[in-house]
Each structure stands twice: as structure tokens, then as C-alpha cells.
């Protein structure tokens, strides 16, 4: 496909590889991430003291699970779990309690005492820096090809403070870690796409296609990117409320707009307008999160009017049909980026999309972020990119493997949130340390949402001060030059300077991270 079409990826290189990419990709993930580390020096101070689980709420109002590991240092490392709403079928389990009379049997007290009773105390003792040793390990101790024992819930809760504390234990960024073990060459600020219009499962109107999102292409720089995506926002919010009133201004589960309109032309046009108004016309693109999974019928037609059932088959769709409509789609808007246009089973439909437009296919239900998903649809020609969402998976390092496999396809990499989520920041660190170059958070508003989008910025922020820092040590640089009285901080395709810096090493390492 072409890359030009595809969001630009701030403080970047224009060469984006991984040292994995000449290893064969069917080893294991043992053997990769023995290929790009080193055993690390056993110190008692880097050690697990303990692990505690709790059962919390998340941004629905429903129980997950969330983990404090305490080194024997004393340093308290944190994480929670999120969890979406339109799963795939081939997603590692979810362990719910199923007691109906509490939370609806949404309940995660199984998943905690699993990690309390099993998991923690089975970890003590153990080196946090080892990530890929301590996640092979609980995988060996649920024994099941999806984590049905134990939970994917409890296991990666465990799995993101375990990554958090090796983080502290080399005192780095926790993105600086995870680029370390994933053996990413570079960081990469990524291409926020931001969801301002809900449909489909995340929310209660018409919609039947699940996500119209923005991707601001054309900014310099991660800052800008934000102010493009808040900006437009709250120009569609004003075009929303003159259209169709007040309360079309309600929200969906990610905090984008839920106007009660049911044609999916309207959604896009409805971005076009908001784009134009907030002055960014050819600057930000369109993406599309269709989780047409959520509207395949038993046989094999796609229900565009499935929130009204019983209904008269107006809008059910084959899947030839379906396809034609993508097309029209990316003939008419400047679309970019489609992501789960057919069910999580359709191949043949995936790959006949695949073949004939020239933009970014996205696997979400289809591949599960599952390294085995993806190497089938690497053979199917069915997309050209993964949405890497942690807990579809279950584990730091099988997500790690998923994004390298995808790499080494030529596929993009696009980081996610889940719909129901917490002020867990985990996703913006594993953008930046996997290069991915593009992440999915939500729409520019509510923290549980833009938390991660927060904490890019934030890393964007240290970056450019180290930047600006190797220009007043190097003013007579001829790649510099043309760019050093730019008002934007880090302009694109600059980082290969803070790389190449001598401080950049020592001062990076004497950032301290968050530890929750």
C-alpha cells in the first residue's frame, strides 16, 4: 500500500526497523526476546517483595482488576486492566465471577484471588527486569492456549507492573524499557486518531459502524496534533447541537459524540464539516472503526439497522455489497485507515478489500493482537495493520511479539485503548517504545480516555528538551539549521539527533518514571 497515505509518526527517522526483522519468524518468544537482551544481574533490590490485587471500576461502572507490586526496594509499581465492550471471539478470556446478584456477574474477585494466592506468591523472589521469563512463566501456571485458568485479566495485571518495575529497577522511562526488551531501534511520538463520533456497541443511537475518528496528519508535532484534535472536536460539537439539538451532544463509552443519525455517510460528512470548520482542511484525515462483527447475521449478510431488531432488511448488506460501500467511502472522504470492515471470520472478504484500495486495513477481532491470528493473515493477504490492544492477549510480552511479527510483515502498528478503561497510562509508553507511530484513545476528553494522550505529552515535553538541548551543543549542524528557529519544539523526523547525542543516554536514565 501506499505509506503516503498513512498518519506521519512525530519525532521520527525515516528508517523505522527493529533489530528482530532478519531473525525467522517462527521463533518463539522466548527466543526473541533472548535475542534482543541480555540476562540481566541478579540484585536483590530489583526483586518481587510482593504482589496485591483489588477489584476496582472502570469507566462503565464495571468491576476489573488492578495490581500493586512491591520491590524489595520499597518501590510500589501499579497498573490496571481495562476491558472492551465489542470482543472478539479469539480474545484471551476475560475471568468474570458470574454471580449474578453482584455487579450482574461482572464481578473479577476470581481474578484477584488468583493473583493474591496463586500468581503473586509463585513470583516473589523472582528479578523484575526478566519481563519475557516472568510472563512465560504465569503462562505456564494457567496451562490453557487462552488463559481460561487463570484469568487474562489477573495475568496482565501482574504483567504491566512487572514491566513498570523493571522500568524503575534500570531507572529508565518506561517506554526506554519497553524499547529495550522489545529491541525497537528508535522512539517514536505516535499520530493520535481520536474517536469523535460513537456508534455501534459504544453507543445507544443508530450508528451501526462503531467509530469515526480524525488523524492529524499534517501537524509538526505531537503538541500540535493535540490542539488539531481538541480544536475539531468542539467545532463538531457546535455543528452537532445547530443540527440536530442539545441533547445530540451525549457521548458514547469514549466520550465521542453519539448523534441519533443512521446513515454512516452522515457520520463522515459530519467530520468533513467540522474538519473544514476548525480551519484544517487536507490536514487531518478520516479513520474508521466498523466492528462489523458486531452486525454479521448467521447467514453471512451484514445488518447496517442491527440496534432495531426485529427489522424489515432494508439495510442488510452482503458482503460484495459491503465492500462496494467501503470503496465509495474512500473514493468520497479522505479516508485512510478502515479498521474490522468484515466479520472476524470473513477472509475472503478481508483479502478482496485488502486487494483493491490503496489505504491502511486494520485487524482488531480479526487478529486479537494473537502472533498465530497474525501469521494467518500475513499468508491471507487480509490487512496491512494490527491494533494492538495488551489484554486481548494477555501478557507485555506476547503483545511485544504481535507488534514484531506485524513490523516484520511491512504491516503499521496502531496502539489501543479498550472502551471500558482506567487512569492507566500503560498504552502511551508502549506507542512510544514500539515505534508504533500511531495510537487509539478515545475521543479529547474525559481522563480515563485522554490519560494516555496525556501522558504522551508529557514524554514529548523530556524529548524535545533533550533535543533542544543537543542543538545548543551542536548550532553548526546543516540538518539542523533549516529547522532550529522553528517554533514547534521537535519538528518531524528529528529524534535520529537525540539518538546521536552523547547525553542523551545518562539523562534519560535520571528521568524518574510514575509508578502508577
Avoid at 523493571?166 to 505516535?190: F, R
Amino acid at each position: 500500500m501506499s505509506t503516503s497515505l498513512l498518519p506521519k509518526p512525530y519525532l521520527t527517522t525515516t528508517t523505522r526497523t527493529t533489530t528482530t526483522r532478519s531473525l525467522p519468524r517462527s521463533l518463539t518468544v522466548r527466543a526473541t526476546a533472548a535475542a534482543t537482551s541480555t540476562p540481566p544481574k541478579l540484585s536483590k533490590d530489583h526483586t518481587v517483595k510482593s504482589v496485591k490485587a483489588r477489584q476496582i471500576i472502570d469507566s462503565r461502572g464495571n468491576p476489573t482488576v488492578e495490581v500493586d507490586l512491591i520491590t524489595a526496594a520499597g518501590n510500589l509499581y501499579r497498573s490496571a486492566v481495562p476491558s472492551g465492550a465489542s470482543t472478539g471471539i479469539y480474545e484471551a478470556l476475560e475471568l468474570r465471577d458470574g454471580d449474578l446478584s453482584v455487579y450482574g456477574g461482572k464481578g473479577v474477585l476470581r481474578a484477584v484471588h488468583n493473583i493474591n494466592d496463586f500468581i503473586g506468591p509463585n513470583l516473589i523472589g523472582a528479578d523484575v527486569r526478566d519481563q519475557t521469563k516472568l510472563d512465560n512463566l504465569m503462562l505456564e501456571f494457567d496451562g490453557t492456549p487462552n488463559k481460561s485458568k487463570l484469568g487474562a485479566n489477573a495475568i496482565l495485571g501482574v504483567s504491566l507492573s512487572l514491566c513498570r518495575a523493571g522500568a524503575g529497577a534500570k531507572k529508565i522511562p518506561l517506554y526506554k524499557h519497553i524499547q529495550e526488551i522489545s529491541g525497537t531501534k528508535e522512539l517514536v511520538m505516535p499520530v493520535p486518531a481520536f474517536n469523535v463520533i460513537n456508534g455501534g456497541s459504544h453507543a445507544g443511537n443508530n450508528l451501526a459502524m462503531q467509530e469515526f475518528m480524525i488523524l492529524p496528519v499534517g501537524a509538526s508535532s505531537f503538541a500540535e496534533a493535540l490542539c488539531m484534535g481538541s480544536e475539531v472536536y468542539h467545532a463538531l460539537k457546535g455543528i452537532i447541537k445547530a443540527k440536530y439539538g442539545q441533547d445530540a451532544c451525549n457521548v458514547g463509552d469514549e466520550g465521542g459524540f453519539a448523534p441519533n443519525v443512521q446513515d454512516n455517510r452522515e457520520g463522515l460528512t459530519l467530520l468533513m464539516d467540522a474538519i473544514e470548520k476548525a480551519g484544517y482542511s487536507g490536514k487531518i484525515k478520516i479513520g474508521m472503526d466498523v466492528a462489523a462483527s458486531e452486525f454479521y447475521t448467521k447467514d453471512a449478510k451484514y445488518d447496517l439497522n442491527f440496534k432495531k431488531q426485529p427489522n424489515d432488511g432494508a439495510h442488510v448488506l452482503t458482503a460484495q455489497s459491503l465492500c462496494e460501500l467501503y470503496k465509495e467511502f474512500v473514493r468520497d472522504f479522505p479516508i485512510v485507515s478502515i479498521e474490522d470492515p468484515f466479520d472476524q471470520d470473513d477472509w475472503s472478504s478481508w483479502a478482496s478489500l485488502q486487494s483493491s484500495v490503496d489505504i491502511q486495513l486494520v485487524g482488531d477481532d480479526l487478529l486479537v493482537t494473537n502472533p498465530k491470528r497474525i501469521a494467518e493473515a500475513i499468508e491471507k493477504k487480509a490487512c496491512n495493520a494490527l491494533l494492538l490492544k495488551v489484554n486481548q492477549i494477555g501478557t507485555v510480552t506476547e503483545s511485544i511479539q504481535a507488534a514484531l511479527d506485524s513490523k516484520a510483515a511491512g504491516w503499521g502498528v496502531m496502539v489501543s485503548h479498550r472502551s471500558g478503561e482506567t487512569e492507566d497510562n500503560f498504552i502511551a509508553d508502549l506507542s512510544v517504545g514500539l515505534a508504533s507511530g500511531q495510537i487509539k484513545t478515545g475521543a479529547p476528553c474525559r481522563s480515563e480516555s485522554f490519560c494516555g494522550l496525556k501522558r504522551n505529552l508529557a514524554m514529548y515535553g523530556m524529548l524535545a528538551k533533550h533535543l533542544d538541548q543537543y542543538r545548543k551543543q551542536n548550532p553548526s549542524s546543516t540538518l539542523l539549521k533549516a529547522q532550529i528557529h522553528h517554533k514547534v519544539p521537535v519538528p518531524v523526523q528529528e529524534f535520529n539527533f537525540l539518538k546521536e547525542a552523547s547525553f542523551t543516554q545518562q539523562t534519560i536514565k535520571s528521568v524518574k518514571i510514575l509508578h502508577c
